[in-house]
């Protein structure tokens, strides 16, 4: 083989390149790795300041967002719409009942409420609770209906167990007094007993306690506006003044306790005190005790709801006519086949006479369905007969629709 060949000559330039590449590669000495090393540090140290400088910068661009939004809201939590709520419920009821013994036929079809509710949370300690209604369509001179501010009033925390309130509240007795929304209950009308006796819708002005007591105990104390009955039968319906420009000469005192310590349960009392159900204007009229006691029961499909309340005046007036003792009670199982479907009975008596020897009771049976298309909306179908003692009676079939929001 030729050494001079352009092949040999080729392949010794490319070796000669290997070997000097192959020195170039060799470790670094220690002091060209001490300095790279140094160098290193210098860059990370960088790095480092870099990031704290970021993560100030993020950190107050969050409190600057916080305090734009406390200075928004007003009380450093969430935006004034979302402590803002709306909410209320309405019912249509159609009634065909046959009168007798004196008693009208009823053939009507009512819008009978239209309620909305307007509530406001100022700051985590104080709220703002309304409830305006519309009763029968029209309100004005002249027409069936009438416009009522039946909730008005502004609710205190004193701290996590206590609340004080004042204002125009509903009072804390009965079953359906706080708690009547169409889809909450069974029957298209509210029952007799609670409307006649109680008297359910009941609302005054003044102030009140409320809070919780421990073991599912639970309190509400309240002074308010009083009676005046100025009915010649002093039956107490016809004496709430709802605090429209009300006599306020002789307050009334409720006090109620609640105990629902048990899933699925509820017992609870109250007691009221009318200092005189006529204000000082009828030295007949005295003053009166209201005493109620009821319970609710819901077990799976099974519901029970059951009342007694009692009135005891004792001014010589009221006993002149029998109403020194007014009293009513009912009972009402119920039993739902399926979330939306639902049966009752009821039986109700009552008498705002009941202080003489005149009979003078009514009694009313209830039967009837409930269907629950959503939960909040409801359709009703009921039958009731009534059987009264001064023989005035009326039977027949109610239909409702109604809706909560």
């Known amino acids: 083989m030729n050494p001079n060949t352009p092949l040999n000559l080729g392949l010794a330039a490319a070796m000669t390149l290997f070997i000097g590449s192959a020195a170039a590669a060799e470790p670094p000495s220690t002091d060209e790795m001490w300095r790279i090393i140094q160098e290193q540090q210098k ?20 409190d600057a967002l916080e305090q734009v939004a406390a200075t928004k809201s007003g009380s450093g939590g969430a935006s004034w719409t979302e402590r803002t709520r709306i909410g209320g419920y309405g019912e249509l009821h159609y009634n065909n009942l046959e009168g007798k013994g004196g008693a009208s036929d009823k053939d009507e079809l009512d819008f009978h409420r239209f309620v909305l509710f307007f509530s406001h949370q100022f700051n985590d300690r104080i709220r703002l609770f309304s409830e305006l209604e519309l009763e029968h369509s029209v309100a004005g001179d002249g027409q069936k209906g009438e416009v009522e501010l039946e909730q008005a009033y502004l609710e205190f925390d004193l701290n996590d167990r206590h609340r004080a309130k004042g204002g125009i509240f509903l009072i804390p007795v009965g079953i359906l007094n706080e708690t009547h929304e169409p889809p909450t209950f069974y029957g298209v009308e509210r029952n ?20 919780e007591l421990g073991r599912g105990f639970s309190y509400d104390a309240g002074v308010h506006e009083g009676l005046n ?101 009912y009972i009402e199982p119920s039993f739902k086949f399926t979330e939306q479907w639902g049966v009752f009975a009821r039986y109700n008596l009552w008498d705002n006479a009941a202080g003489d020897s005149i009979d003078s009771e009514k009694k009313q049976i209830d039967v009837g369905v409930n269907f629950w298309p959503h939960p909040d909306v409801v359709l009703k179908a009921d039958y009731q007969i009534q059987d009264n003692d001064d023989g005035k009676e009326q039977k027949g079939f109610n239909l409702g629709i109604g809706y909560q929001f």
Request: glycine share 12%.
């Open 229 to 329: 009955i100025t009915d010649a039968s002093y039956a107490v319906r016809k004496g709430r003044q709802k605090t429209s420009e009300a006599d306020a000469s002789d307050l009334a005192y409720t006090a109620r306790l609640k105990w629902t310590g048990m899933p699925g349960v509820e017992i609870a009392g109250t007691v009221q005190h009318q200092t005189d159900i006529r204000q000082g204007l009828d030295a007949a009229a005295g003053s009166a005790n209201l005493y109620e006691l009821h319970t609710i029961i819901g077990k799976g499909p099974f519901g029970l709801r059951a009342l007694y309340a009692r009135w005891d005046l004792n001014g010589s007036g009221p006993a002149a006519v029998g109403a020194d003792e007014q009293f009513g009670w």
């Open 43 to 62: 860059q990370i140290e960088a790095l480092k300041s870099q990031i704290n400088q970021t993560d100030q910068k993020v950190e107050a661009t969050g």
């Open 192 to 211: 007799p007993v609670e409307k006649n006796i109680i008297p359910t819708t009941w609302w005054a002005g003044g102030a009140a306690l409320s809070g």
